[in-house]
Structures are given as structure tokens and as C-alpha cells.
């Protein structure tokens, strides 16, 4: 069975009397569609306060997303007000002015998923990075836990966002091979990140302006290579005399 032609069979029939325009309309149950990505075609959920979800377009979609919102799922255009927006919110990996519905995750996880939408492309941060700047410096391991939650990966960036010691790490949507896909489509070289990791380098800094960075920042990376300083930590690179750049705010 197709996902893309039969999802209707799998979720079973609507109360007596409601038809699916009336589900659809009033949020008791999902629509979704199926769209293009850099990982090939993805299911994208949503109903009338947003996007609900996004996951690979297999036979098992629906199953998967009945267990976590409880909700049904019809196969229908996006309003119309978003149909426009989400293949490049896809593209982009940023919702943008795009609605998210994300409600099935907890108020902290929605503040931690708020501040990975500011990733840019191309870039990586640290699950610490995330702690740090939601204001919860010690909850690394919830952050984790976070991002194996996020209901619309692709369009908020969970792939953007990498083990405290810089390693690449897991991914929800398909695995670590789909995230190394993501960020070399994007421009970044995850080869790169992880030979930086095993050497232990977190930070680099530029020995002409004094300003140390992330190693995928786009101040870093636009660095003559000579002028390249790898640290260990941010307290190495300060107590050398560097300052944190205020573009990617390494921590």
C-alpha cells in the first residue's frame, strides 16, 4: 500500500456525520501532502495552527504519527496561505513565517527548537551551544533529547546541531547518514567536523582580528588559512587573548 494513494484505509472511518473538510477545519484531524527535499520525498502534516510534522514519506508515516499526536491524517492541500511557503521552509531549514504546530513537544523543547531555527545554513552548533542560549546551561542531555523530539525536521534545523564534543551524531530523520547529507547539501563538510572532534579542536580563532569562532562560522571560514588558530576550549582561546565572535556566540 502507497502511502501517496491509500493513506485514507489506514486510519479508519470519522465519527457519524462529520466529513473530512470539517476534521481538517476544525484540527481534529491532519492533513498532509508529499513533498520534494535534499533526502528525497517527505511527508508534511498540518492542520489550523500549523505544521505539525514532517517524516519520511514511507507506509509506516502514518502509523508513526497517529502514536505521537493521536490525531487523523488525510491527504489534502495546505491552506493556501502556506502552500507557497513550505517546499522552501524545507530548503531553507527555517520555518521562516511558516506556522509550526508544536504541540507535541514540552515548553522548554519548544524554547530549545526556537533557538536552533537561528542556526544559519551551512553552520553547526554544539547541544551545549543550545543549553547556553536558552538559558538552561546545564540541561546538554535534555537538548539532546530535544532534537530526537523535533516533530518538523528539515524545516527546523535539528541537523544543524551536533554533539557537545563536536562529533556529528544521531538524527531523527533517517539516521547519521541523512544528517552528514543535509550539511554537505547545505555547504558544510561534516568530514571536516569530525576530524576537528577526534583532535579535540571546539573553537578557532583568527590571529589577525583577535575573535574566535565556531568552525563552521562564516567569519572563520572567509579566514586566510595561515591566520587560522585551533583551540581546545573557550577558555583556552581567551586566556590566548581572543574574544568570542558575536555572530555564531561560541560557548
Same mark, same amino acid.
Given at each position: ?9 489506514? =486510519? ?9 473538510? =470539517? ?6 484531524? @491532519?492533513? $498532509? @501532502?508529499? $513533498? ?21 514519506? @514511507? ?10 499526536? &493521536? ?21 531553507? &531549514? ?33 547541544? &551545549? ?25 528539515? =524545516? =527546523?534545523? /535539528? ?15 533517517? &539516521?547519521? @547518514? ?34 574566535? /569562532? ?33 555572530? /555564531?556566540?561560541?560557548?
Amino acid at each position: 500500500m502507497s502511502i501517496e494513494n491509500d493513506l485514507g484505509a489506514m =486510519i479508519g472511518p470519522l465519527p457519524d456525520g462529520m466529513s473530512e473538510g =470539517i476534521a481538517l477545519g476544525t484540527g481534529i484531524a @491532519d492533513g $498532509y @501532502d508529499i $513533498y520534494d527535499s535534499p533526502l528525497g520525498r517527505v511527508a508534511v502534516a498540518f492542520n489550523p495552527l500549523g505544521v505539525s510534522a514532517v517524516d519520511v514519506a @514511507d507506509d509506516a508515516f502514518p502509523d508513526r504519527f497517529s502514536a505521537r499526536h &493521536g490525531r487523523k491524517l488525510f491527504r489534502s492541500e495546505a491552506p493556501s496561505a502556506w502552500s507557497m511557503k513550505i517546499a522552501p521552509a524545507i530548503e531553507a &531549514g527555517r520555518p521562516g513565517n511558516l506556522p509550526v504546530d508544536l504541540r507535541s513537544v514540552t515548553p522548554f523543547q519548544t524554547e530549545v527548537l526556537r533557538v536552533a531555527t537561528t542556526i544559519p545554513r551551512g553552520e553547526v552548533r554544539s547541544y &551545549g551551544w543550545l543549553a547556553m542560549q536558552s538559558e538552561h546551561p546545564r540541561a546538554t542531555r535534555a537538548v539532546g533529547t530535544t532534537m530526537a523530539s523535533n516533530p518538523v525536521p528539515l =524545516i =527546523i534545523p /535539528c541537523h544543524r546541531v551536533v554533539r557537545s564534543d563536536g562529533r556529528i551524531g544521531a538524527y531523527s530523520l533517517g &539516521g547519521p @547518514d541523512n544528517k552528514w547529507r543535509l550539511l554537505e547539501h547545505e555547504g558544510a563538510d561534516p568530514g571536516h567536523l569530525e576530524e576537528l572532534a577526534s583532535s579535540g579542536v571546539r573553537v578557532q580563532g583568527n590571529s589577525a582580528t583577535l575573535i574566535f /569562532c565556531h568552525p563552521t562560522c562564516r567569519a572563520i571560514r572567509r579566514s586566510h588559512p595561515d591566520r587560522v588558530v585551533d583551540y581546545r576550549s573557550v577558555s583556552q582561546a581567551r586566556d590566548a587573548g581572543f574574544r568570542a565572535c558575536q555572530l /555564531c556566540k561560541p560557548a
